[in-house]
Each structure stands twice: as structure tokens, then as C-alpha cells.
């Protein structure tokens, strides 16, 4: 949690830094449509009545914030594997030992399976949780902002 939150907070000030908008996600297309048509509404009041024009709304991305965002995405998950590496090189024999890996048979092989299993339906049970309970901020959501996949 606290890489997370380290890298959040590194792609703000790096982003800062830098001069950048921090918008790493593109309009949602009917979001975009829908505040295409409001400012067209104010560009046409305005010129009407003689008014300086609007500024028009930004509906893409920052590309240089949204791959700083990729960058860490990478890092934070490179840094979590090589911290989980380093932790099973150390205590490998006490962790194996813990969830009974040292001796493997095939007659335990429903162990894993079930646990698998168990993991997924974990999964499916909280999104559904926090789907009914409208909770957006602890929603699961991509850490990887499609917005990269643009060209410039």
C-alpha cells in the first residue's frame, strides 16, 4: 500500500515538476459528447451577445503524465516483486514449511485448486460489495491508463 501511495504521489510531483496537466485518463466518449455540447451552447451565447469566447474543454489526456503514471505502474510492481523475492529467499524454508510445500504429493493437489478457487470467488464477492454499496474510491481499477496506447 505504501509504494502505491509513493508512486501516486511521485506522479503528481513529477508531473508538477515538469509543467504537465495531471489527466492520465482520457473523457469517457458520452462524457466528451456531452461537454462538447455544453461549450458549443457557451460558444454560440457568447458570440451571440459579443462575449470573449470560451476556452474549449480538454477531453484527452496528458500523454507525458500518463506515461510517467505506466512508468511507476512498472516500478512499484517491480519493487513489490523484488521485495517478495528477497522475503521467500530469506524465510523460504519456514514459509514452505507454513503452507505445507515441502513435501508435495499429488493427493493434495485439491489444496491448491481449492484456494484458487476460493481467491476468484473472493474476488467476484467484493466487486459485488462494493458495486452495490457505490464505494468508487476503493473500486478496483486499471493501474495501467489506456490513454499511452495513443500516438502524440
Do not use: C
Request: proline content about 6%; aromatic content about 10%; hydrophobic content about 55%.
Amino acid at each position: 500500500m505504501f509504494a502505491f501511495v509513493l508512486a501516486q504521489i511521485l506522479v503528481v510531483v513529477l508531473a508538477s515538476a515538469l509543467g504537465r496537466e495531471l489527466r492520465i485518463e482520457d473523457e469517457p466518449l458520452f462524457d466528451a459528447a456531452a461537454k462538447l455540447a455544453e461549450y458549443t451552447d457557451e460558444r454560440l451565447r457568447a458570440a451571440a451577445l459579443g462575449k470573449p469566447l470560451p476556452d474549449p474543454p480538454l477531453f484527452k489526456a496528458d500523454l507525458v503524465t500518463a506515461r510517467i503514471a505506466y512508468v511507476m505502474a512498472v516500478v512499484n510492481a517491480v519493487a513489490l516483486a523484488g521485495i517478495a523475492l528477497y522475503a521467500m529467499s530469506r524465510w523460504r524454508g519456514s514459509v514452505l514449511r507454513a503452507l505445507q510445500m515441502h513435501r508435495y504429493t499429488f493427493d493434495r493437489v485439491w489444496k491448491p485448486a481449492l484456494v484458487t478457487i476460493g481467491g476468484y470467488v473472493l474476488v467476484v464477492v467484493y466487486t459485488i460489495i462494493v458495486s452495490v454499496l457505490d464505494l468508487d474510491f476503493i473500486q478496483p481499477a486499471e493501474s495501467i491508463p489506456g490513454s499511452i496506447t495513443r500516438d502524440p
